[in-house]
């Protein structure tokens, strides 16, 4: 659709483990429908060295964005920005502008910058920082990849800080018509029609509630117009919108 | 560690629009978990035959056992069975057996058994089916490639049939230990516990709960005997377990 188009790279064992349940990837994909970015692959993977340095580097030549979310604290397990510099082919050491920062921070609080945290200031040669308004210890983005924390009030703070820096396009825009009918029986129509508009991504989500089965039909696009029309034939073959 | 490795594809355009929020990589990780697969990697794909393609064959590759969700209905954006055939080099076309369940199902709810629904007869070659005790229609395995519905229920209900029929390894335990000092006090000394054991995965997760900052602690491995014996020499470094 002539969009940028986007992906993510999630990090973290604990996420593959089933101890935590991920939420940055819905929240992004919803951020970047909103900025026109077309999200159209993510990628989980564990906290392994040469498991993030594979996703990155293929994400990052295969779209135009690729946004990372964990790994980037003080603890051993954090091996994110050292994967992100070896991926994009940069050197990374601490970096003067984070130390100072993260020097402010720990002073105002009374808490000692040791060597642990003093790592959050490893940062890849030639990334810009991208700002944490909750923690201080910054993100950063380097070529298209952007380095942002797993803690979901973090990751959102950080994406929220550089969407308006990005190039995006046309809003994807979506209608959805829900019908109580089963997708077996609209399927055939609902094809055709898709078919019709090969510029609109048509999709169809089953669903019972309290015994009524039924199909959400989803049309989603960047064209008003186009949507408009299809919706209207929609609507003309299965009932009413809501 | 010894166990045999899994991946997951999850596929839909709706989890990367931002509509829907997936929950079955969370299932699947908490379950594999269980029975001792390590889940290494989850892939999120559209609802396009090349991006499939692609996820399956890289992820059956290289790993022992490779679980889908998703695109198995009867309507256009189903297209998971075709693009699984491809990826393991099998001719697909429609199955007696799957013909006759779902040929009986809905005759018995009298409703018509029409083209669309007869997609879902639709099964690679060479492929086991997987009994769907929700809605009929039936997953399949076909090499190291299981493929199950997107909807969480139906999901559930498939890999449950499955799980028993797959080879598992020694269960991945965990122990966690709940601190009330933030990440960057610990890290230092955590991570020198966790180089010397290099045959377990230690993480560590900052929390922050009515403002009080903390951080959770969770070693995870296979063996009980050495999870406990770090579990002590945590308990002896940063407190009480809980």
Redesign the interface.
Known sequence: MGNPTGAMVVI????????????N???L?????RVGID?????????DHA?IVAAVRAMSAAHDHVFTSGGI?????DITADAVAEAMGAQIGPRADAMALLQEH?DRQG??F????Q??ARIPEGATLIDNPVSVAPGFSIGNVHVMAG?PKIFEAMLAGILPTLTGGAP?L?QSLRVLR???????E??KL??EYPDL??????FNLNGAFGTNL?I?GTDPARLDAAMMQLVRLFGEPQ
Request: glycine share 12%.
């Open positions: 973290g064992d604990e996420l593959l483990s089933g101890r935590t349940r991920d939420s990837l819905h929240y994909a919803g951020e970047l429908t999200l159209r692959e993510a990628r989980v993977v564990a906290d498991a604290g003080p603890t051993h397990d720990y808490l000692p040791n060597e642990a945290r790592r959050m803690v994807l979506s089963g997708e077996g029986e609209i399927a055939a609902f094809g898709a078919a991504s048509m999709g169809s989500y089953p989803v989603r």
